[in-house]
């Protein structure tokens, strides 16, 4: 009898123990299925640097390297020969009106008796070239006496690729940069309708004006605007290149949806984007950063760049 009473509260004893080492084992395997997915949830919601689509203004520009010269050049002879140069009366530099005489010839000391004769300036503008020394003769054809730059207008002539003139058009915006000036404004007016047939370069001549800071012969560059365009636009590290064509990881709902795009003018690191993407939207700002299509992520604003 006494051996059965030991055995019953050795069974009894057993009991709660057990329950308790089920339930502690239960919660265990509960917490250690919520860190699981706790940890699963943190690995597939990556933390991403993520950018603003923004509206930006790209300008398509032409560069032509030139020489500046008259807009229109005048020249000035004598109306006969066999006289000679007996006062000049401008030079270099001066600025003439229409009808100003520039200097006067005589007959030569074995034709004596003949009438002084005035030679005037055809046009107003700027003496920028003279060969007439006193007692010199004169020739109807030959050396002009003077050179003259109508109105005082100038010019940069220049020469670009036949490929490119088929987007240059009158009247196109031009900024030029003058060495010993800096920067002047111009205006594209004259294209070439013929090419050099060595080089397959094309002549532009882009107008400057009457600027007297600017002098005939300098070396200038020229930059055209030959479009300006503005909408959407993208850091250059946003868009990844590939077999299909450019795209962007767009991140829409908290996942990445990637987008074909199609990339129009660059800017230093600044895509100009056509079409694929909205003003508004947020995109991956380093294209291919680990995710992929579908991927869940975290997006973390990019910091601004500091100011150079």
């Known amino acids: 009898m006494s ?4 055995s019953f509260r050795i069974g009894v004893g057993r009991g709660p123990a057990l329950l308790l080492i089920a339930a502690l084992a239960g919660g265990l395997a509960g917490a250690g299925s919520l860190s699981a997915q706790q940890n699963e949830t943190n690995l597939v919601a990556r933390a991403v640097t993520a950018v603003k689509v923004e509206r930006s203004c790209f300008v398509d520009t032409l560069q032509v390297t030139g020489v500046v010269q008259p807009r229109h050049d005048v020249l000035v002879r004598a109306e006969r020969d066999g006289q000679q140069v007996s006062q000049i009366l401008v030079e270099p530099g001066d600025t003439v009106t229409s009808g100003q005489v520039l200097l006067r ?3 030569p000391e074995a034709q004596r ?3 002084e004769t005035a030679v ?3 046009a107003a503008g700027l003496v920028y070239g003279a060969s007439a ?3 010199a003769g004169v020739s109807a054809s030959g050396e002009p006496l003077f050179r003259i730059a109508r109105d005082g207008e100038l010019e940069l002539l220049g020469e670009t690729p036949v490929d490119l003139m088929g987007r240059l058009a009158p009247d196109q915006l031009a900024r030029l940069d003058i060495i010993g000036v800096g920067e002047v404004a111009g205006r594209l007016h004259r294209i070439s309708t013929s090419v050099n047939p060595v080089t397959q370069l094309g002549q532009v001549a882009i107008a400057i004006g009457a600027d007297p800071r600017v002098r005939i012969g300098v070396f ?5 605007e030959l479009a300006r365009r503005c909408g959407p636009a993208l850091p250059v590290s946003a868009v990844l290149y590939g077999d ?3 795209v962007v990881q767009v991140v829409r709902n908290d996942r990445i949806e990637t987008r074909r795009v199609t990339v129009g003018l660059i800017r230093g690191d600044e895509a100009e984007v056509r079409e ?3 003003e508004g939207e947020t995109v991956v700002a380093r294209a291919g950063a680990f995710v992929r299509d579908g991927d869940r992520v975290l997006p973390v604003a990019a910091r601004p760049q500091p100011a150079q």
């Open 244 to 246: 299909g064509g450019a």
């Open 276 to 278: 694929g993407v909205s």
């Open 3 to 6: 051996r059965r009473r030991r």
């Open 113 to 115: 008796g003949g009438a």
């Open 133 to 135: 020394r006193i007692g």
């Open 220 to 224: 200038g560059k020229a930059t055209i």
């Open 120 to 122: 005037q300036a055809p």
């Open 105 to 107: 010839l005589k007959q």
